[in-house]
């Protein structure tokens, strides 16, 4: 069975400081990859993607992830958050069958502090 | 602006009321999706549907009915509503599994 784990619920961190929100999965076929922002009161956005070709991929807002097959990991970068980046951070992987429907992880609260 | 739409925004309902939540995408995609969200739990599937006039169940279905209206439109309905369902609901829509979904804004509904 396939199924996406983000250990860690809440992460705080001061502004400006690095940060890596983890995530784990499992899955017995092709792995696509993706990692959804959720701003409070809004809808998930999608912050980026890994389908194939070059581990690492990069968001429009210095965001990054690195796929890494042999540790099944995706775990989400930043080498300086700001108080923005305040939101919650979904790790998503789609399921095998042809509903193209997303299995999410429990979420993680990145939480950036003055 | 392309993009999901969700009507309302906010309900409250008493036990045993019924309400239909209301789903509308201008994307032109085949695939639209219910989830909801609860804390600690992500998002789970209530239910989908591939295309116009075919729908399935998801992961949690019970207490809930579905219509694929037409291409654009995918309601979901409580019939009875249980103050377990009390939930943000989010509908989506996909253009294909390595296309991203695209969300609503949710439906933050409280029953008590």
């Known amino acids: 069975a396939q199924s996406v784990t983000q250990l860690d619920s809440q992460v705080p961190v001061f502004e400006e400081a690095p940060v890596e929100l983890r995530c784990n999965y499992s899955s017995s076929v092709s792995v696509y990859l993706f990692w959804y922002v959720q701003y409070p009161n809004q809808g998930l956005q999608l912050l980026l993607k890994?389908?194939?070709?070059?581990?690492l991929v990069e968001s429009i807002n210095g965001f990054e992830a690195e796929f890494n097959k042999s540790q099944t990991s995706f775990h989400l970068r930043k080498p300086s958050v700001h108080i923005s980046d305040t939101a919650e951070y979904f790790c998503a992987l789609p399921g095998m069958d042809s509903s193209y429907k997303l299995i999410f992880g429990s979420g993680t609260r990145l939480l950036v502090r003055p | 602006n392309a993009g999901v739409t969700q009507t309302p925004k906010f309900q409250v309902l008493k036990t045993g009321q019924s309400m239909t939540l209301q789903c509308a995408q201008d994307m032109n995609h085949n695939s639209m999706y219910w989830y909801r969200q609860d804390p600690g739990m992500g998002l789970r599937l209530i239910y989908y549907s591939a295309s116009e006039g075919t729908t399935d169940k998801g992961e949690v279905p019970n207490g809930y009915n579905v219509s694929r209206l037409n291409k654009r439109e995918f309601s979901l309905r409580l019939e009875s509503a249980a103050p377990s369902q009390t939930s943000v609901y989010f509908c989506a829509t996909t253009g294909g599994v390595h296309q991203p979904q695209h969300f609503g804004d949710g439906t933050r509904l409280s029953i008590l």
């Open positions: 890994y389908l194939s070709g070059s581990t």
